[in-house]
Nanobody, 124 residues
Framework: QVQLVESGGGLVQPGGSLRLSCAAS????????MGWYRQAPGKQRELVAQ???????NYVDSVKGRFTISKDGAKNTVYLQMNSLKPEDTAVYYC??????????????????WGRGTQVTVSS
């Protein structure tokens, strides 16, 4: 199986920065996409940023120009650099890996794996 470990959340003042990391381990053959989602209280989980194995990125409009997603393929790790943070960025942030894994009888499958979430709070 695949395990994801997130780190980097915390409390920051408006205008500040945080860097989130998410490292995957386990029986990974390859990674298709890596992404960050967030869920604020009373709201649905939303995609914040995504990066493909080839490096193509996309962002939700509200974070464009402030957040940057990047990856280290050798370490199966994805990062989210968050600058100019706003109170409305406050949420639990989850990483998602879509990965190809080796299953039983040598069969490969593509599955989604979620991290447990890390709290980001932007407040003065």
């Amino acid at each position: 199986q695949v395990q994801l470990v997130e780190s980097g959340g915390g409390l920051v003042q408006p205008g500040g920065s945080l860097r989130l990391s998410c490292a995957a381990s386990g029986s990974i053959v390859s990674i298709v996409t890596m992404g960050w989602y967030r869920q604020a209280p009373g709201k649905q989980r939303e995609l914040v940023a995504q990066i493909t194995s080839g490096g193509t990125t996309n962002y939700v409009d509200s974070v464009k120009g402030r957040f940057t997603i990047s990856k280290d393929g050798a370490k199966n790790t994805v990062y989210l650099q968050m600058n100019s943070l706003k109170p409305e960025d406050t949420a639990v942030y989850y990483c998602l890996f879509r990965a190809v894994i080796d299953g039983t009888f040598g069969l490969r499958s593509v599955n989604d794996y979620w991290g447990r979430g890390t709290q980001v709070t932007v407040s003065s």
